[in-house]
């Protein structure tokens, strides 16, 4: 089955600076690719999405770029504000025609005022 | 409804106990999935459903879990003889259809085995 690992599982920065994520994934045939962002106690909510058939994705201060060579695709926050302050899981669809998405363990992200 | 709705938010269980786990999905949204959701993890995939139908419940951690949709909309995960590694949060989510659609997550039920 799929295998998601992601990194770091704690990033800081200081509020204005960009932000990172990396997310490897092991099965080829994936060809879907959230973000989401779970805040303490709430659920999970999609920020950005990319499938296969790009390579990069913009919304706003918020980028993902993949690498299907690779396999492996990241999330890149600029100008961060405190209210980005929180859990994010990548995740990728289980690919084969198998049902449901493997997300990774999780960065805990920290805004530094 | 606006959202995925789960319910209870909050259940405190004794060991041996079983639970019932309500889902209530986005309507009109063929698919729906359960998820657990155990501290400091990301989520983990328990099982699937499209409709009514069970497609999928190779995440199901033993038998002592189940899943139902029987009129393809709300759904029942139940634990029997909860343990204490059943702690976690039990996260329900759902999409227009199956693949590559954007899966919606609910609140979650925080599930404690004491």
């Known amino acids: 089955g799929e295998n998601v690992e992601q990194h770091p599982s704690t990033l800081s920065v200081q509020e204005g600076d960009s932000a990172v994520i990396k997310c490897t994934y092991s099965d080829s045939a994936s060809n879907y690719f959230p973000w989401y962002k779970q805040e303490l106690g709430k659920r999970p909510q999609l920020i950005i999405d990319?499938?296969?058939?790009?390579g990069e994705k913009k919304d706003q201060r918020i980028a993902v770029t993949l690498n299907k060579t690779a396999k492996h695709f990241s999330l890149h926050i600029t100008e961060t504000q405190p209210e980005d302050s929180a859990v994010y899981f990548c995740a990728a669809d289980s690919g084969g025609g198998a049902d449901g998405l493997t997300f990774g363990k999780g960065t805990h992200l920290i805004i530094q005022p | 409804g606006a959202g995925v709705s789960q319910s209870p938010r909050y259940k405190v269980a004794k060991r041996g106990q079983d639970v019932a786990l309500r889902c209530d999905p986005i309507?009109?949204?063929?698919?729906l999935f359960w998820y657990q959701q155990a501290l400091g993890q990301g989520p983990e995939f328990l099982t699937y459903f499209q409709n009514e139908a069970q497609l999928d419940k190779s995440g199901l951690p033993s038998d002592r879990f189940f899943a139902e949709r029987p009129e393809g909309s709300v759904s029942t995960l139940k634990i029997q003889r909860t343990q204490q590694e059943d702690s976690a949060v039990y996260l329900c989510?759902?999409?227009?259809?199956?693949?590559?659609?954007?899966?919606?997550f609910g609140e979650g039920s925080w599930l404690t085995v004491v």
């Open positions: 990319i499938r296969s058939n790009v």
């Open positions: 989510a759902s999409s227009l259809l199956r693949q590559l659609n954007t899966i919606y």
């Open positions: 309507s009109g949204h063929v698919s």
